[in-house]
């Protein structure tokens, strides 16, 4: 398992960015080699994806749950969960916790901190652990920072 933390400040505000992240089409346009996504639930939004990792071919099966919680002090915690599943078998998940707080005095920016955990199925971690745990990191933050585009 892999974890890394992150910040940013993004343009936008916090309702704009929560309305972000529940867009299937904006959520796939962040994901590397993902045309579409749809909505099974109300929590989540899967599809397929077709990338390369560190120069692989990859094709995979594609999910994201996302949920909101409103923490003490403005905070609003956005909970977002990647599981990929490669056509070869075997998954990949990266789970973040996103603390979004509004930025004093600009009603149109938002401070992003996060941290994030990647789990790799004994086969994935065999095959190209450390290659799949940075293709996580870095589509979780691309992810986020999207959301602020």
Do not use: N
């Not at 099966?61 to 403005?74: I, K, N």
């Amino acid at each position: 398992m892999a974890e890394f933390t992150g910040s940013a400040q993004l343009g936008k505000s916090v309702a704009q960015l929560l309305a972000a992240s529940e867009d299937p089409a904006v959520i796939a346009a962040l994901l590397p080699g993902c045309e579409a996504l749809h909505r099974i639930d109300p929590e989540h939004i899967e599809g397929r994806l077709a990338t390369e990792v560190a120069g692989i071919p990859v094709t995979a099966a594609v999910s994201v749950r996302r949920t909101v919680e409103a923490l003490p002090g403005g905070v609003t915690r956005l909970h977002l969960r990647l599981k990929v599943r490669p056509d070869i078998g075997g998954q990949a998940v990266v789970a973040a916790l996103v603390d979004l707080t509004p930025v004093s005095g600009d009603a149109a920016s938002t401070t992003a901190t996060w941290r994030s955990s990647s789990e790799l199925d004994p086969m994935l971690a065999v095959m190209a652990g450390q290659r799949v745990e940075e293709f996580l990191r870095v589509s979780i933050e691309r992810l986020i920072a999207g959301l602020g585009a």
